[in-house]
């Protein structure tokens, strides 16, 4: 299922520094995607770490539950300084389940309805330190259809901004981090597209 998406990222670290603690994730696998994006707390190596060992712990799982994920991510990232975290795993249906826990945001455009969006409003936690008690979103793209994940240094109003749907990936992520980044922050925006044909 290796075309089931397309996708991008537009990341880096604030100005000043060289680690980056926002961190993605795009792991495909036979009948799934799992897309993850972190934000270690604050910025600067600590916050790099933080974020890093979440990608890491979800890159070495296969096909855990989304609660389970987080759980793991929260008993691997205690001794460190914690990080914020938006979950999703599609699958060849276009089925989409989807988890955030702290200051993060996802957003769902449809390539019908005249661009409806949907945002995938996240719970307050933070993953390593303090958790909510979790629960996932469902819904069901449509080929066309574009999902973006944001850390919080990209300006919230980039929810106002509609994706032109022939635009690829690149170019909207390398638009949104151009024009709504916060350079006092690390930044990161994921772009993903359900193809309209996939190889499932
Ligand atoms: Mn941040």
Not at 50 to 79: F, P, R, W
Not at 107 to 118: A, M, R
Not at 141 to 158: N, R, V
Not at 167 to 178: D, L, Y
Request: charged content about 15%; proline content about 4%; glycine content about 8%.
């Amino acid at each position: 299922m290796t075309n089931l998406l397309s996708y991008a990222a537009s990341t880096a670290p604030m100005t000043g520094e060289t680690e980056n603690g926002d961190q993605y994730l795009v792991k495909q696998s036979p009948h799934s995607v799992l897309i993850a994006i972190a934000d270690g707390l604050g910025h600067g190596e600590e916050a790099s770490i933080a974020a890093k060992k979440a990608m890491q712990v979800l890159n070495d799982t296969h096909g855990e539950s989304l609660i389970d994920l987080v759980h793991l991510c929260h008993t691997a990232l205690e001794a460190t300084r914690g990080s914020v975290l938006m979950l999703a795993h599609t699958q060849a249906d276009c089925s989409v389940v989807w988890l955030g826990i702290g200051n993060i945001l996802g957003i769902h455009w449809s390539s019908k309805d005249q661009g409806k969006s949907t945002l995938l409003a996240s719970q307050g936690g933070v993953v390593g330190f303090q958790l909510p008690h979790l629960r996932t979103g469902q819904f069901t793209a449509e080929p066309g259809d574009t999902l973006i994940f944001a850390t919080d240094g990209i300006f919230e109003q980039f929810i106002e901004y509609q994706p032109n749907p022939h635009s690829s990936p690149q170019v909207i992520a390398n638009h949104i981090f151009k024009t709504y980044r916060n350079t006092n922050d690390d930044a990161l925006v994921l772009v993903l597209r359900w193809m309209t044909t996939y190889d499932g």
